[in-house]
């Protein structure tokens, strides 16, 4: 009921093309939904993070779209450019301040 | 831009050995976080401290994991002995929870252990 799940696990985008990258979860306790950017040897980057209590949020070409009755969540970049190539994380937390539960990641590589 | 700071970055060694990795969060953070990051997989949990108490150790493997914050700023991870399973990437992260930002945690860079 903790896990966190991540689709696609790998994608790839042609230059100024979308990026749509989803999530899934059961625990409704969960109450916090980041998203982080991981490049090869580099720690995680937060990159947008939502609540459940808005719907969609947005900054810059990332977008996160929450639906709280299905439990899902996905992350939308828009003009994908290939400095975007990296793992996405999806990510969850129900208590303030507790661990974050991370998505298996998905491999993004954008072709110019 | 303040940033959480690990080291050693890379560590080889051999089984049995001990390995010990240290992390310095952001300044003002009360909270740190080490996970485990398995290639090609998320970060797990190892272990939570809030200042220099332990929040959250359920994952940790204590026969031989052991980590400690003494004077709640920064933090030591131990491996005692080091097993091939234990190849990993090992990130902290600090938030600055109970104060600020719901629950923005930043991670490190990491430091990429290999067990031979």
């Known amino acids: 009921q903790q896990q966190v799940k991540q689709s696609p696990q790998s994608l790839i985008v042609q230059k100024g093309g979308i990026s749509i990258i989803n999530c899934a979860y059961e625990?409704?306790?969960?109450?916090?939904f980041p998203w982080y950017q991981q490049f090869p040897g580099k720690g995680p980057a937060l990159l947008i993070a939502i609540r459940p209590d808005v719907s969609e949020k947005k900054e810059g070409r990332f977008t996160i779209s929450f639906n709280k009755s299905a439990k899902q969540f996905s992350l939308h970049i828009m003009d994908s450019q290939p400095g975007d190539s990296a793992t996405y994380f999806c990510?969850?937390?129900?208590?303030?301040?507790?661990?974050?539960?991370f998505g298996q990641g998905t491999e993004l590589s954008v072709k110019p | 831009e303040a940033e959480v700071a690990q080291s050693p970055r890379y560590k080889i060694t051999e089984k049995s050995q001990a390995v010990a990795f240290w992390c310095d969060p952001i300044s003002g953070h009360a909270t740190l976080y080490w996970y485990r990051q398995i290639l090609g997989q998320g970060p797990e949990l190892l272990v939570q401290?809030?200042?220099?108490?332990?929040?959250?150790d359920s994952q940790l493997p204590k026969d031989r994991f052991s980590a400690e914050r003494l004077k709640g700023v920064d933090s030591t991870l131990k491996i005692q002995p080091a097993e091939l399973g234990d190849s990993a990437m090992y990130l902290c992260a600090s938030s600055s929870y109970p104060l600020g930002a719901y629950n923005e945690q930043f991670f490190g860079p990491g430091t990429r252990l290999t067990v031979l």
């Open positions: 625990n409704t306790a969960f109450d916090y």
């Open positions: 401290f809030q200042d220099e108490s332990v929040v959250d």
């Open positions: 990510a969850a937390s129900f208590n303030q301040g507790g661990k974050l539960i």
